[in-house]
C-alpha cells in the first residue's frame, strides 16, 4: 500500500508541477508569442505595401541558363503606402472570375493572377465567419499570385511583357466556366494575345499565342511562377509538409520547407512533365506545364528590403523551352494552374483526366499511404450514404473489427487460456521463487502444454498501429474532415474535444489551461480502455501491475489533444473490442470478474507486504 500511495503523490505532484509551468512560464510566452507576430504581421503588411510594383519581391523571373534566382526586383520599385486587401485590388483594372468553388479577379496590370477566394470554405465552424482567402495582389498585407510569361533569348532586345504591362481585354467580360477571356498587349513588333480559361472548380488554363510582325525571327523562352511575400503561421507538424513542392519527372516528389530554402538556397532541376507550387494544409497553388514539354524548375527564395526590414519571399517557377518565332509567323503555348482546395476526389480527377503526373501527392499521404488513402475512400464511401463522417469512421472500424476478427478470435482465445492456468502459474512462481530461470523454463513448458501464447494479447494492438495512423493522417490532412461534424458538441472532427471536465463541462465560467482540457470522448476512451484492460487479470509484477493500472489514465489525457475523430474511433474500437473478447472468453468457459481484476490490480499478496 505504501508504493501505491507514492505513486499517487508522484502524479498529483506532476500535475501541480505541469499547471505551475503552465502558468508561469508557457502562458507570459504565449502572450509574447502572440504581441511578437502581430508585430510581425503589421510589419510585413507595411513592407509589402512599400515594396508593391516590385515584380516578384526579389526573386525575379527565371532566365535562360541562369541557375540561381535573380536578386533584384523585375520593374518597378516604386514604394506605395500601406493597405488593406480591398484598397490594393482596386489599385489596377481587374476581370472578375467566378466559378461555383470559388471567386476573385485576375489584375489586368501584368496578367496576374492574385485574387482567389474560396466560396465554400470559412476560416472557423461559424458560417458567418470570412471566407479563405487564398492568393492576393501585390500591396496587400499577404502578397501571394501566379504569373505566366516570356523571357526574350539572350542578346535579343525584345520588349515583352512583364509585371508592370497594363494588357487590353480582347474579348469577353468575366471569366466562368465555358466563357473565357482574352486580354492582348502589342509591343516592338509583337503581339501577345492570351487566352484564360477556369474549369468549375479550380483550375485555370492559359494559353499565350505569340504573332510576329517585325521583320526578325525571335526566340522566347515561357515562364511560370508563384510567388508567396512572407512566411506563412505555419504549425510545423512532422507529419505534415507545408511549403514549397512539387513532382519533377524522375526526380519525383520534392517537398522543401521555408526555412530550409532560406538557409540552403535556391533548387532547381530540369524534368519532362509534372508540377510544381507552394501547399500549405488543405489549400496549394500549383504550375502545371504541358506533361510533355520540357522545363528547368526552381525553387527559390529572396527578399525586399525597405525601411531596413526585409519581407522574405518565396517562389516556385519554371521556365520552359525556346518558342522560335519567325518574322510573320505565331507560336503557342498552354499552362495550368491549380489554386484552391485540396479536395481528395479533385486532385485524382485531375490526376486521371488531365495527365497530370502524380498530381495526388499534392495531398501528404504520409508513409502509410496504402494504408491512408484507401481508408479514406471507405470512410468517404459511408459519408456518401450517412452524410455524417462520424458515422462513416464508426462504420469503417466495424469493417475493420471484421478484417481482423481471425487473428483477434485466436488472440483472445489464447488470453483466455491463459486465465485458466493462472492457478497453476501461481503455483509455479511459488514453487520456483528463488530460481528464476526454473520458473520460466516450466513456464514454458505450461505455455507449451497447454498451447498457448503469452503475447498473443500484443497482436490485436500491433496491428492496429499502422489503421491508427492512418485514421490520424486523414483526419489530420483530408479538407473533407475539416469543420466535419458528429454529433452534439463536436462541431468538427479534426478538431479535438472542445468540452473539459475542469469547468464541468462548460458549466463553470473559467477557461482552463490547455494541459486540462479533458473532454467527454477522451473521458470516454479511457473508461473503455479502462474495461478492456480489467477482462484480464493484473500481471504478477507489481511495478507492470502499477503501469497497467495508470495507463488509461496517461492515453487519456495524451489522446485529449488529438482530432476528435480519432479518439472517437479509439473509444468505439475498444467498446467493440470488449465485447468481442467477453463473447470469446465466456465461450472458452472462463470467467470475466472485471470488478475483481480492478480490486485486485491494487491489491499487494499478504505475504510480499509481510516480507516487507
Known sequence: MIDNRNYLIAIALSFIVLISWHYAYNVPQMERQQQEQALREQQAAVEAGKAAGAGQGGVGVPKPGEATPAMGAQGSATALPAMDRQTALAQTSRITVETPEMHGSISLKGGRI???????????????????????????????????????????????????????VESGEKLTPGNPVTIVYKAGGLTFRRKLEVDPQFMFTVTDTVTNESETAVSLFPYGLISRHGKPDTKSFYILHEGLIGVLGEDGLKEIDYDDLTDDGPQTFETTGGWLGITDKYWAAALIPDQGSNFKARFASGSVTSGGQNVTTYQSDYLREALSIPAGGEASVSNRLFAGAKQVSIIDGYENNLGIDRFELLIDWGWFYFITKPLFYAIDYFFKFFGNFGIAILLVTVLLKLAFFPLANKSYKSMAGMKKVQPEMQKIRERYAEDKMK????????????????????????????????????????????????????KDLSAPDPTTIFNLFGAIPWDPPQILMLGIWPLAMGISMFIQMRLNPPPPDPTQAMIFAWMPLIFMFMLASFPAGLVI???????????????????????????????????????????K
Open 569 to 611: 474511433y479509439w473509444t468505439w474500437n475498444n467498446t467493440l473490442s470488449i465485447l468481442q473478447q467477453y463473447t470469446i472468453m465466456k465461450r472458452q468457459g472462463v470467467d470475466v470478474d472485471i470488478w475483481e481484476n480492478t480490486r485486485a490490480l491494487f491489491r499487494r499478496n499478504k505475504s510480499e507486504e509481510a516480507k
Open 439 to 490: 520458473q520460466q523454463q516450466a513456464l514454458m513448458e505450461l505455455y507449451k502444454k497447454e498451447k498457448i501464447n503469452p503475447l498473443s494479447g500484443c497482436l490485436p494492438i500491433v496491428v492496429q498501429i499502422p489503421v491508427f495512423f492512418a485514421l490520424y493522417k486523414v483526419l489530420f490532412v483530408t479538407i473533407e474532415m475539416r469543420h466535419a461534424p458528429f454529433f452534439g458538441w463536436i
Open 114 to 168: 492574385d485574387d482567389v477566394v474560396l466560396s465554400d470554405y470559412r476560416e472557423t465552424v461559424d458560417p458567418k465567419s470570412d471566407q479563405i482567402v487564398l492568393l492576393s495582389p501585390s500591396g496587400s498585407p499577404h502578397p501571394y499570385y501566379a504569373e505566366f510569361g516570356f523571357v526574350g533569348a539572350a542578346g535579343q532586345n525584345v520588349a515583352t511583357p512583364d509585371a508592370n504591362t497594363l494588357w487590353q
